[in-house]
C-alpha cells in the first residue's frame, strides 16, 4: 500500500492555529515596545519600521515568484515579522539604505535559499543585524539621545553597555527605573523592559510561545551576572544582574528572537539547554568579548546548535521502557 504519510518541515502547527495568526500575535506582542520607542526617538522610528517591513514582503514576494516559483507566502506575515524585528534590532538614526540592504540579506540571503519559512537554519533578522554590525559599524553603533528626561548625560548617545564597557559609568550609577520603562539608548526596540515584559505576558497568554526559553535566558543571566558581581563587590551581587537584564537586546532576544519556531529546539529539555547557552554566551561576550553587546551572536551561535539539540535530546516514545 503506498505511504500516505507526508512530514513537511517546521513549525508544525496543530489544530485550528495558523501561521498567520501566530504571526499575527508576534506582531501585537510588539506594538507595545515600537510606541514608546516612537515617544523616546521620534517619528524617524516609524520611517525605518515601515521600509524594513516593506521591503522584506517585497524581496520575499520577488524570490517566491521569479526565483523559488512556488505559491506566495507573503501572506502568512512571517516576512512582515522578520522586516519588524530587523527595524527594532537597529538604531532611530540609522540611514534608510542600510535598512535596504538589511532587509536583502535577511530574506535573499537568510531566509529563502534555505527553502523559506520553516527551513532557514538562522534567524534571518538577527543574521541581517549582525552583518550590517559587521559592514557598517559607526552606523550601528550610533545612537540618538532619547528625548525622555532624566536620562544620564555621562552615556549620552551611547548605549548603557557600551558605557559599562568603555568604563565612563559603573554598574551602580545607572537609572534602573529609567531603563525599565526606556530612558535609555540602543536599538529602539530593545529600550524599554515593561513594554517587552507586556508583549511576553501576551505571548504565553496566547500560546504562542512557552516559559522556558525566555525564562532560561535570562535566568542563565543572572546566575552568571550575579556570580560575577559578587567577585567584583558585595552590592554588585544584584547591581548587574539587573543592569545586563535591562540592558541590550537581553529581553527583546530572548522573548521575541530565541524563541523562534524554526531555529529552536522541539523539546522542553532542548529549549533549556538552548536557552542557557544563549545566556552563558551573551555574557562571556559583555564581559570579555570586544563587543558590548553578546545576545546577537550568542542566538545566532545557538541556532547552529539545534539540529544536534533535537537530535540528541528526544522525547520517550511512547511505550518504550528506557
Known amino acids: 500500500m503506498a505511504n500516505k504519510f507526508f512530514v513537511s518541515p517546521a ?14 500575535d508576534v506582531v501585537i506582542a510588539l506594538l507595545p515596545a515600537l510606541m514608546v520607542s516612537v515617544r523616546v526617538f521620534g517619528w524617524n522610528v516609524l520611517a525605518i519600521t515601515a521600509v524594513s517591513i516593506a521591503c522584506c514582503v517585497l524581496f520575499e514576494f520577488l524570490v517566491q515568484k521569479y526565483l523559488v516559483k512556488g505559491p506566495a507566502t507573503v501572506g502568512n506575515l ?5 522586516g519588524l524585528l530587523l527595524a527594532m534590532n537597529l538604531p532611530a538614526n ?12 535577511a530574506i535573499c540571503i537568510a531566509k529563502m535559499p534555505f527553502g523559506g519559512l520553516g527551513k532557514n537554519i538562522f534567524n534571518p533578522a538577527l543574521a541581517a543585524r549582525v552583518f550590517l554590525l559587521i559592514a557598517y559599524p559607526v552606523q550601528m553603533t550610533s545612537f ?18 557600551g558605557a ?19 530612558a535609555m539608548g540602543g536599538s529602539f526596540g530593545e529600550i524599554s523592559a515593561l513594554a517587552l515584559l507586556l508583549g511576553f505576558v ?8 512557552s516559559w522556558h526559553i525566555p525564562v532560561a535566558v535570562i535566568g542563565t543571566i543572572i546566575a552568571f ?27 527583546l532576544g530572548a522573548i521575541f528572537m530565541a524563541t523562534d519556531y524554526v531555529t529552536s529546539p522541539m523539546t522542553t529539555k532542548g529549549m533549556v539547554i538552548y536557552g542557557i547557552g544563549i545566556g552563558v554566551i551573551t555574557m562571556c561576550i559583555r564581559l570579555w568579548g570586544a563587543y558590548p553587546e553578546g545576545m546577537s551572536f550568542a542566538i545566532l551561535i545557538m541556532n547552529s546548535t539545534v539540529p544536534l539539540i533535537n537530535k540528541y535530546v528526544k522525547p520517550k516514545r511512547f511505550g518504550a521502557v528506557k
Open 164 to 182: 559599562a564597557k568603555a568604563g565612563l559609568v559603573d554598574f551602580a550609577s545607572f537609572d534602573i527605573a529609567g531603563m525599565f520603562t526606556g
Open 94 to 105: 540609522i540611514p534608510l539604505w542600510i535598512v535596504v540592504i538589511g532587509a536583502v540579506v
Open 144 to 161: 540618538p539621545k532619547p528625548t525622555l528626561e532624566g536620562f544620564a548625560d555621562a552615556y549620552s548617545g551611547a548605549t548603557p553597555l
Open 202 to 209: 501576551y505571548l504565553l497568554m496566547r500560546r504562542v510561545i
Open 78 to 82: 512571517s516576512a512582515v515579522v522578520t
Open 225 to 251: 551576572s550575579a556570580i560575577y558581581g559578587a567577585t567584583e563587590g558585595g552590592a554588585l551581587v544584584w547591581q548587574m544582574p539587573l543592569f545586563h537584564i535591562l540592558s541590550g537586546g537581553a529581553l
Open 11 to 24: 513549525p508544525h502547527v496543530h489544530g485550528d492555529l495558523s501561521t498567520t495568526r501566530l504571526m499575527g
